[in-house]
Protein backbone atom coordinates (compact mmCIF):
# COMPACT_ATOMS: atom_id res chain seq x y z
CA UNK A 1 0.00 0.00 0.00
CA UNK A 2 1.56 3.96 -0.80
CA UNK A 3 2.40 5.66 2.02
CA UNK A 4 -0.35 8.36 1.45
CA UNK A 5 -2.93 5.89 1.30
CA UNK A 6 -1.47 4.87 4.70
CA UNK A 7 -1.78 8.15 6.01
CA UNK A 8 -5.48 8.96 4.86
CA UNK A 9 -6.24 5.76 6.61
CA UNK A 10 -4.96 7.20 9.53
CA UNK A 11 -6.68 10.10 9.22
CA UNK A 12 -9.92 8.95 8.62
CA UNK A 13 -9.49 6.62 11.93
CA UNK A 14 -8.61 9.71 14.30
CA UNK A 15 -11.57 12.05 12.20
CA UNK A 16 -14.20 8.65 13.14
CA UNK A 17 -12.78 8.63 16.64
CA UNK A 18 -12.86 12.20 17.46
CA UNK A 19 -16.91 12.25 15.90
CA UNK A 20 -17.65 8.96 18.02
CA UNK A 21 -16.30 11.00 20.96
CA UNK A 22 -18.05 14.05 20.53
CA UNK A 23 -21.30 12.07 20.27
CA UNK A 24 -20.57 10.31 23.12
CA UNK A 25 -19.83 13.49 25.15
CA UNK A 26 -22.64 15.40 23.59
CA UNK A 27 -24.99 11.78 24.70
CA UNK A 28 -23.97 12.25 27.97
CA UNK A 29 -24.40 16.14 28.17
CA UNK A 30 -27.99 15.79 26.93
CA UNK A 31 -28.60 13.45 29.45
CA UNK A 32 -26.95 15.38 32.62
CA UNK A 33 -29.18 18.35 31.55
CA UNK A 34 -32.32 16.20 30.89
CA UNK A 35 -31.65 14.90 34.15
CA UNK A 36 -31.26 17.65 35.66
CA UNK A 37 -34.39 19.84 34.30
CA UNK A 38 -36.51 16.43 35.69
CA UNK A 39 -34.89 17.18 38.95
CA UNK A 40 -36.17 20.86 38.88
CA UNK A 41 -39.03 20.54 37.85
CA UNK A 42 -39.97 17.49 39.86
CA UNK A 43 -38.93 20.05 42.67
CA UNK A 44 -42.07 22.46 41.82
CA UNK A 45 -44.53 20.23 39.69
CA UNK A 46 -45.82 17.09 41.20
CA UNK A 47 -47.78 14.61 39.12
CA UNK A 48 -49.41 11.43 41.09
CA UNK A 49 -51.48 8.03 39.73
CA UNK A 50 -53.02 5.56 41.79
CA UNK A 51 -52.38 2.42 39.94
CA UNK A 52 -53.54 0.16 43.34
CA UNK A 53 -57.03 -1.39 42.16
CA UNK A 54 -59.21 -0.05 44.78
CA UNK A 55 -57.76 3.16 44.52
CA UNK A 56 -57.15 3.37 48.28
CA UNK A 57 -54.22 6.19 48.08
CA UNK A 58 -56.66 8.35 46.52
CA UNK A 59 -59.71 10.43 48.37
CA UNK A 60 -63.20 9.54 47.31
CA UNK A 61 -64.74 12.88 46.25
CA UNK A 62 -66.85 12.83 49.02
CA UNK A 63 -64.11 13.71 51.12
CA UNK A 64 -62.67 16.01 48.75
CA UNK A 65 -65.92 18.26 48.89
CA UNK A 66 -65.57 18.00 52.72
CA UNK A 67 -62.01 19.49 52.49
CA UNK A 68 -63.21 22.10 50.00
CA UNK A 69 -65.07 23.34 53.17
CA UNK A 70 -62.73 23.95 55.13
CA UNK A 71 -61.40 27.64 54.48
CA UNK A 72 -58.47 28.20 56.46
CA UNK A 73 -55.33 25.86 58.15
CA UNK A 74 -55.74 22.46 60.41
CA UNK A 75 -53.99 21.47 62.49
CA UNK A 76 -53.89 17.32 63.55
CA UNK A 77 -51.36 15.72 66.22
CA UNK A 78 -51.42 12.68 66.18
CA UNK A 79 -50.19 11.12 69.38
CA UNK A 80 -48.28 7.44 69.35
CA UNK A 81 -45.07 5.84 70.11
CA UNK A 82 -42.49 5.99 67.35
CA UNK A 83 -42.42 1.96 67.24
CA UNK A 84 -44.76 -0.13 68.85
CA UNK A 85 -44.64 -3.72 70.51
CA UNK A 86 -44.07 -5.62 67.11
CA UNK A 87 -41.98 -3.06 65.48
CA UNK A 88 -44.15 -1.09 63.12
CA UNK A 89 -43.19 2.54 62.37
CA UNK A 90 -46.29 4.18 63.44
CA UNK A 91 -45.11 7.55 62.59
CA UNK A 92 -44.69 6.62 59.12
CA UNK A 93 -47.94 4.11 59.17
CA UNK A 94 -49.74 7.69 60.18
CA UNK A 95 -47.89 9.67 57.89
CA UNK A 96 -48.60 7.01 54.90
CA UNK A 97 -52.49 7.70 56.19
CA UNK A 98 -52.76 11.48 56.13
CA UNK A 99 -50.98 11.81 52.96
CA UNK A 100 -53.59 11.90 50.68
CA UNK A 101 -55.30 14.50 52.63
CA UNK A 102 -52.18 16.33 52.73
CA UNK A 103 -51.84 16.80 49.11
CA UNK A 104 -55.76 18.09 48.80
CA UNK A 105 -55.12 20.43 51.26
CA UNK A 106 -51.57 21.95 51.69
CA UNK A 107 -52.23 24.13 54.75
CA UNK A 108 -52.95 21.26 56.89
CA UNK A 109 -49.73 20.50 59.80
CA UNK A 110 -49.41 17.26 60.95
CA UNK A 111 -47.11 16.76 64.23
CA UNK A 112 -46.36 13.59 66.15
CA UNK A 113 -45.87 13.84 69.65
CA UNK A 114 -44.24 10.52 71.48
CA UNK A 115 -46.75 10.21 74.28
CA UNK A 116 -44.07 7.87 76.34
CA UNK A 117 -41.65 10.80 76.24
CA UNK A 118 -44.05 13.72 77.04
CA UNK A 119 -46.90 12.68 79.19
CA UNK A 120 -48.01 15.75 80.12
CA UNK A 121 -48.99 16.70 76.81
CA UNK A 122 -50.89 13.48 75.86
CA UNK A 123 -52.86 13.89 79.69
CA UNK A 124 -53.81 17.48 78.95
CA UNK A 125 -54.93 16.98 75.27
CA UNK A 126 -57.22 14.62 76.78
CA UNK A 127 -55.57 11.39 74.96
CA UNK A 128 -56.63 8.36 76.56
CA UNK A 129 -55.64 5.59 73.50
CA UNK A 130 -52.43 4.32 72.75
CA UNK A 131 -52.64 5.46 68.64
CA UNK A 132 -54.46 8.98 68.79
CA UNK A 133 -55.37 12.03 66.75
CA UNK A 134 -56.68 15.24 68.00
CA UNK A 135 -58.03 17.53 65.11
CA UNK A 136 -58.31 21.01 65.33
CA UNK A 137 -59.93 23.41 63.13
CA UNK A 138 -61.37 27.70 64.37
CA UNK A 139 -60.79 26.69 67.91
CA UNK A 140 -62.97 23.65 67.50
CA UNK A 141 -61.18 20.03 68.33
CA UNK A 142 -61.71 16.31 67.84
CA UNK A 143 -60.28 13.36 68.39
CA UNK A 144 -59.72 10.19 66.07
CA UNK A 145 -59.06 6.58 67.14
CA UNK A 146 -60.33 4.61 63.95
CA UNK A 147 -57.76 5.69 60.77
CA UNK A 148 -59.85 5.07 57.70
CA UNK A 149 -61.29 7.33 55.26
CA UNK A 150 -64.95 7.15 56.40
CA UNK A 151 -64.40 8.15 59.96
CA UNK A 152 -61.80 10.82 59.20
CA UNK A 153 -64.09 12.58 56.34
CA UNK A 154 -67.00 12.52 59.09
CA UNK A 155 -65.40 14.25 61.79
CA UNK A 156 -64.12 17.10 59.20
CA UNK A 157 -67.55 17.02 58.33
CA UNK A 158 -68.25 17.91 61.89
CA UNK A 159 -65.73 20.88 62.37
CA UNK A 160 -66.43 22.02 58.93
CA UNK A 161 -70.40 22.11 60.17
CA UNK A 162 -69.53 24.28 63.30
CA UNK A 163 -72.19 24.75 65.97
CA UNK A 164 -73.93 21.34 66.88
CA UNK A 165 -77.62 21.20 65.09
CA UNK A 166 -80.65 20.19 67.41
CA UNK A 167 -82.86 17.93 65.45
CA UNK A 168 -86.16 16.99 67.38
CA UNK A 169 -88.08 13.83 66.73
CA UNK A 170 -91.55 14.19 67.87
CA UNK A 171 -92.72 11.48 70.54
CA UNK A 172 -94.84 10.46 72.84
CA UNK A 173 -97.44 9.18 70.25
CA UNK A 174 -95.93 6.09 69.06
CA UNK A 175 -93.49 7.37 66.75
CA UNK A 176 -90.62 5.80 65.01
CA UNK A 177 -87.22 6.96 67.61
CA UNK A 178 -84.07 8.52 66.42
CA UNK A 179 -82.62 6.30 69.17
CA UNK A 180 -84.80 3.47 69.01
CA UNK A 181 -83.46 0.33 68.30
CA UNK A 182 -86.59 -2.22 67.42
CA UNK A 183 -86.94 -2.58 63.69
CA UNK A 184 -89.12 -0.23 62.73
CA UNK A 185 -87.45 2.62 64.41
CA UNK A 186 -84.56 5.16 63.52
CA UNK A 187 -81.87 4.37 65.58
CA UNK A 188 -79.17 3.90 63.66
CA UNK A 189 -80.06 6.68 61.16
CA UNK A 190 -80.13 9.18 64.41
CA UNK A 191 -76.35 7.43 64.99
CA UNK A 192 -74.97 8.28 61.54
CA UNK A 193 -76.87 11.87 62.35
CA UNK A 194 -74.53 12.41 65.36
CA UNK A 195 -71.83 11.33 63.65
CA UNK A 196 -71.68 14.14 61.58
CA UNK A 197 -72.27 16.15 63.79
CA UNK A 198 -75.66 16.54 64.75
CA UNK A 199 -77.38 16.97 68.30
CA UNK A 200 -80.13 14.97 68.44
CA UNK A 201 -83.25 14.94 70.95
CA UNK A 202 -87.01 14.21 71.49
CA UNK A 203 -90.08 16.80 72.28
CA UNK A 204 -93.34 15.64 73.62
CA UNK A 205 -95.71 18.44 72.59
CA UNK A 206 -98.04 17.65 75.29
CA UNK A 207 -95.76 18.52 77.88
CA UNK A 208 -93.50 21.23 76.14
CA UNK A 209 -94.91 24.70 76.06
CA UNK A 210 -93.46 25.24 72.68
CA UNK A 211 -91.34 23.92 69.77
CA UNK A 212 -87.41 25.50 70.97
CA UNK A 213 -86.36 28.52 68.67
CA UNK A 214 -83.32 27.19 68.21
CA UNK A 215 -84.13 23.50 66.67
CA UNK A 216 -82.71 22.98 63.15
CA UNK A 217 -85.19 20.87 62.29
CA UNK A 218 -88.41 18.89 63.53
CA UNK A 219 -88.44 14.80 62.42
CA UNK A 220 -92.53 13.42 62.52
CA UNK A 221 -92.47 9.66 61.92
CA UNK A 222 -95.58 7.87 61.70
CA UNK A 223 -97.42 8.60 64.98
CA UNK A 224 -99.51 5.89 65.74
CA UNK A 225 -102.06 7.58 67.71
CA UNK A 226 -104.22 10.55 67.16
CA UNK A 227 -102.05 14.55 68.20
CA UNK A 228 -103.73 16.41 70.50
CA UNK A 229 -105.40 19.54 68.99
CA UNK A 230 -103.37 21.45 71.47
CA UNK A 231 -100.03 19.74 70.13
CA UNK A 232 -101.18 20.47 66.50
CA UNK A 233 -101.64 24.04 67.04
CA UNK A 234 -97.61 24.13 68.56
CA UNK A 235 -96.91 22.16 65.30
CA UNK A 236 -98.76 25.16 63.21
CA UNK A 237 -97.11 27.74 65.14
CA UNK A 238 -93.73 26.46 64.93
CA UNK A 239 -94.26 25.88 61.08
CA UNK A 240 -96.00 29.83 60.40
CA UNK A 241 -92.39 30.75 62.42
CA UNK A 242 -90.28 29.39 59.45
CA UNK A 243 -89.74 26.23 61.21
CA UNK A 244 -87.91 23.02 59.41
CA UNK A 245 -89.61 19.73 59.16
CA UNK A 246 -89.26 16.00 58.14
CA UNK A 247 -92.32 14.16 57.64
CA UNK A 248 -92.60 10.81 57.18
CA UNK A 249 -96.10 9.49 55.85
CA UNK A 250 -96.59 5.67 55.80
CA UNK A 251 -100.04 4.21 54.10
CA UNK A 252 -102.16 4.97 57.51
CA UNK A 253 -104.23 7.43 58.52
CA UNK A 254 -102.45 11.20 59.02
CA UNK A 255 -103.77 10.99 63.28
CA UNK A 256 -104.49 14.68 63.71
CA UNK A 257 -102.21 16.21 61.45
CA UNK A 258 -104.69 16.83 58.62
CA UNK A 259 -103.87 21.08 59.50
CA UNK A 260 -100.09 20.55 58.98
CA UNK A 261 -101.12 18.71 55.53
CA UNK A 262 -103.43 21.67 54.61
CA UNK A 263 -100.79 24.34 55.33
CA UNK A 264 -98.42 22.64 53.33
CA UNK A 265 -101.24 21.68 50.60
CA UNK A 266 -100.65 18.18 50.45
CA UNK A 267 -102.77 15.88 47.94
CA UNK A 268 -102.50 12.35 49.86
CA UNK A 269 -104.13 9.48 47.95
CA UNK A 270 -105.13 6.51 49.89
CA UNK A 271 -102.91 3.23 48.66
CA UNK A 272 -99.45 1.26 48.43
CA UNK A 273 -96.90 1.72 45.73
CA UNK A 274 -96.35 -1.61 43.86
CA UNK A 275 -93.48 -1.77 41.99
CA UNK A 276 -93.27 -5.71 39.98
CA UNK A 277 -89.82 -4.56 39.02
CA UNK A 278 -88.61 -6.56 42.30
CA UNK A 279 -91.71 -9.38 43.14
CA UNK A 280 -90.52 -11.13 45.68
CA UNK A 281 -90.97 -15.08 46.45
CA UNK A 282 -94.10 -14.54 48.34
CA UNK A 283 -96.41 -11.53 48.94
CA UNK A 284 -96.94 -8.66 46.93
CA UNK A 285 -94.01 -6.47 45.48
CA UNK A 286 -94.41 -3.79 47.98
CA UNK A 287 -90.54 -2.55 47.86
CA UNK A 288 -90.32 0.62 44.88
CA UNK A 289 -86.97 1.33 43.65
CA UNK A 290 -86.00 5.06 42.70
CA UNK A 291 -82.85 5.57 40.33
CA UNK A 292 -84.03 9.16 38.90
CA UNK A 293 -84.33 12.37 40.58
CA UNK A 294 -85.28 15.52 40.59
CA UNK A 295 -82.95 18.46 39.95
CA UNK A 296 -82.22 19.75 43.53
CA UNK A 297 -79.48 19.96 46.34
CA UNK A 298 -80.68 17.10 48.16
CA UNK A 299 -80.34 15.25 44.63
CA UNK A 300 -77.70 16.80 42.77
CA UNK A 301 -75.23 14.49 41.74
CA UNK A 302 -77.23 11.64 43.43
CA UNK A 303 -76.68 8.14 41.20
CA UNK A 304 -77.40 5.62 44.13
CA UNK A 305 -80.85 3.54 43.81
CA UNK A 306 -82.94 3.96 46.79
CA UNK A 307 -85.12 1.62 48.14
CA UNK A 308 -88.75 2.75 49.97
CA UNK A 309 -90.87 -0.28 51.43
CA UNK A 310 -94.94 0.28 51.35
CA UNK A 311 -94.51 3.86 50.08
CA UNK A 312 -97.54 6.20 49.41
CA UNK A 313 -97.98 9.08 46.85
CA UNK A 314 -97.05 12.48 47.62
CA UNK A 315 -99.14 15.54 45.48
CA UNK A 316 -98.75 18.66 46.19
CA UNK A 317 -101.41 21.40 44.58
CA UNK A 318 -100.08 24.66 43.18
CA UNK A 319 -98.83 27.31 45.30
CA UNK A 320 -97.99 30.70 45.02
CA UNK A 321 -96.47 30.89 48.53
CA UNK A 322 -94.31 27.21 48.69
CA UNK A 323 -92.02 26.04 45.88
CA UNK A 324 -92.54 23.09 45.38
CA UNK A 325 -90.70 20.32 43.71
CA UNK A 326 -90.93 16.38 43.35
CA UNK A 327 -88.16 14.83 44.28
CA UNK A 328 -88.21 10.95 44.07
CA UNK A 329 -90.27 8.99 41.40
CA UNK A 330 -90.64 5.06 41.76
CA UNK A 331 -92.64 2.47 39.49
CA UNK A 332 -92.88 3.10 36.29
CA UNK A 333 -94.34 -0.18 35.41
CA UNK A 334 -96.00 -0.36 38.58
CA UNK A 335 -98.94 1.50 40.16
CA UNK A 336 -101.04 3.05 43.26
CA UNK A 337 -102.68 -0.26 44.65
CA UNK A 338 -106.34 0.96 46.49
CA UNK A 339 -107.38 -2.61 47.21
CA UNK A 340 -105.84 -5.20 49.27
CA UNK A 341 -102.83 -6.03 49.25
CA UNK A 342 -102.38 -9.87 48.35
CA UNK A 343 -100.33 -12.26 46.13
CA UNK A 344 -102.44 -11.73 42.86
CA UNK A 345 -103.14 -8.20 43.05
CA UNK A 346 -103.52 -6.79 39.36
CA UNK A 347 -104.05 -3.38 37.85
CA UNK A 348 -107.40 -2.29 38.11
CA UNK A 349 -108.10 0.72 35.88
CA UNK A 350 -111.28 1.80 37.15
CA UNK A 351 -109.29 2.39 41.01
CA UNK A 352 -105.59 2.36 40.87
CA UNK A 353 -103.45 4.97 40.14
CA UNK A 354 -100.53 4.29 37.09
CA UNK A 355 -96.70 4.52 37.42
CA UNK A 356 -94.28 6.14 37.93
CA UNK A 357 -95.55 7.73 41.36
CA UNK A 358 -93.73 10.17 43.35
CA UNK A 359 -93.14 9.97 46.74
CA UNK A 360 -91.40 12.63 48.12
CA UNK A 361 -91.46 16.18 47.60
CA UNK A 362 -89.03 19.70 49.16
CA UNK A 363 -90.92 22.65 49.78
CA UNK A 364 -89.42 26.02 49.93
CA UNK A 365 -90.56 29.65 50.89
CA UNK A 366 -89.66 32.68 52.84
CA UNK A 367 -90.73 33.70 56.16
CA UNK A 368 -89.65 36.86 57.03
CA UNK A 369 -85.69 37.10 56.48
CA UNK A 370 -85.88 33.11 56.74
CA UNK A 371 -86.16 30.47 54.48
CA UNK A 372 -87.87 27.53 55.52
CA UNK A 373 -87.58 24.13 54.29
CA UNK A 374 -89.56 20.91 54.40
CA UNK A 375 -89.48 17.67 52.78
CA UNK A 376 -92.17 15.11 52.89
CA UNK A 377 -91.62 11.45 52.31
CA UNK A 378 -94.11 8.98 51.88
CA UNK A 379 -92.75 6.23 53.84
CA UNK A 380 -91.46 5.51 57.09
CA UNK A 381 -89.29 2.35 56.49
CA UNK A 382 -87.07 3.38 54.30
CA UNK A 383 -84.81 4.91 57.03
CA UNK A 384 -85.91 2.34 59.31
CA UNK A 385 -83.47 0.32 61.16
CA UNK A 386 -83.81 -2.66 58.96
CA UNK A 387 -83.97 -1.11 55.14
CA UNK A 388 -81.23 1.95 55.94
CA UNK A 389 -78.60 -0.08 54.53
CA UNK A 390 -80.22 -0.77 51.52
CA UNK A 391 -79.20 1.01 48.83
CA UNK A 392 -78.45 4.77 48.97
CA UNK A 393 -81.04 4.98 51.80
CA UNK A 394 -78.74 6.44 54.48
CA UNK A 395 -77.03 8.96 51.66
CA UNK A 396 -80.42 10.24 50.81
CA UNK A 397 -81.69 10.65 54.16
CA UNK A 398 -78.42 12.35 55.25
CA UNK A 399 -79.01 14.63 52.24
CA UNK A 400 -82.26 15.23 53.17
CA UNK A 401 -81.66 16.21 56.78
CA UNK A 402 -78.60 18.16 55.25
CA UNK A 403 -80.33 20.65 53.49
CA UNK A 404 -83.28 21.12 56.07
CA UNK A 405 -80.71 22.65 58.17
CA UNK A 406 -79.33 24.68 55.69
CA UNK A 407 -76.10 23.23 54.86
CA UNK A 408 -76.16 22.47 51.34
CA UNK A 409 -72.68 22.97 51.03
CA UNK A 410 -72.37 19.56 52.87
CA UNK A 411 -74.68 18.04 50.47
CA UNK A 412 -72.51 14.54 49.42
CA UNK A 413 -72.71 10.95 48.62
CA UNK A 414 -71.31 9.67 52.11
CA UNK A 415 -67.46 8.67 52.23
CA UNK A 416 -66.54 4.98 52.52
CA UNK A 417 -63.13 3.02 53.63
CA UNK A 418 -61.85 2.12 49.82
CA UNK A 419 -60.17 -1.92 50.37
CA UNK A 420 -56.97 -2.12 51.83
CA UNK A 421 -54.39 -3.82 49.33
CA UNK A 422 -51.10 -3.29 51.44
CA UNK A 423 -48.39 -5.38 50.26
CA UNK A 424 -46.18 -6.86 53.26
CA UNK A 425 -42.60 -6.91 52.64
CA UNK A 426 -39.97 -7.94 55.21
CA UNK A 427 -36.78 -6.55 56.05
CA UNK A 428 -34.81 -8.75 54.51
CA UNK A 429 -36.98 -9.03 50.87
CA UNK A 430 -36.99 -5.11 50.99
CA UNK A 431 -32.88 -4.95 50.75
CA UNK A 432 -32.79 -7.20 48.20
CA UNK A 433 -35.14 -5.17 46.41
CA UNK A 434 -33.39 -2.10 47.21
CA UNK A 435 -29.79 -4.02 46.06
CA UNK A 436 -31.19 -5.23 43.18
CA UNK A 437 -32.39 -2.00 41.59
CA UNK A 438 -30.79 0.58 42.94
CA UNK A 439 -26.67 -0.93 42.56
CA UNK A 440 -27.09 -4.19 40.91
CA UNK A 441 -29.11 -3.18 37.45
CA UNK A 442 -27.36 0.33 37.45
CA UNK A 443 -24.04 -1.08 37.42
CA UNK A 444 -24.84 -3.92 35.08
CA UNK A 445 -25.67 -1.07 32.22
CA UNK A 446 -22.27 0.26 33.12
CA UNK A 447 -20.75 -2.44 32.36
CA UNK A 448 -22.55 -3.19 29.27
CA UNK A 449 -22.27 0.31 28.30
CA UNK A 450 -17.89 -0.31 29.26
CA UNK A 451 -17.74 -3.92 27.12
CA UNK A 452 -19.62 -2.11 23.94
CA UNK A 453 -17.71 1.22 23.89
CA UNK A 454 -14.47 -0.92 24.28
CA UNK A 455 -15.43 -3.38 21.13
CA UNK A 456 -16.37 -0.15 18.77
CA UNK A 457 -13.07 1.20 20.01
CA UNK A 458 -10.79 -1.90 18.96
CA UNK A 459 -12.96 -2.57 16.10
CA UNK A 460 -11.94 1.29 14.72
Request: charged fraction near 20%; proline fraction near 6%.
Amino acid sequence: MPDGCGADVMEITRKLRLQLLLQGSLSLVLLITLTALLAYLARDYRKEWDVTSSTRHTLLQASRDVLGQLNGPVTITAYAVAKDGRGQNLHKSIQEFMQPYLRAKPDIALSFVDPREQPKLAAAAGVRAPVEMVIEYRQRNEHLTEFNEQALTNLLMRLARGADRLVLWLDGHGERKLNGTANHDLGEFGRQLQQKGFQLNSINLAVAQEMPANAAALVIASPQVDLLSAEVQKLRRYLERGGNLLWLIDPEPLRGLQPVSELLGLVLTPGTVVDPTLKPPSGPPTLAVAAGYARHPITNAFRLNTMFPFARQIGAAESDEWRITPLVDVAPRGWVEVGKLDDKIVFDKARDIPGPVNIATAFERMVGDRQQRVVVVGSGNFLSNTFLGNGGNLDFGINVVNWLTGDDSLITLQARPAADSNIDIDQVTLYLIVFTFLLLLPLAFIVTGGIIWWRRRRAT
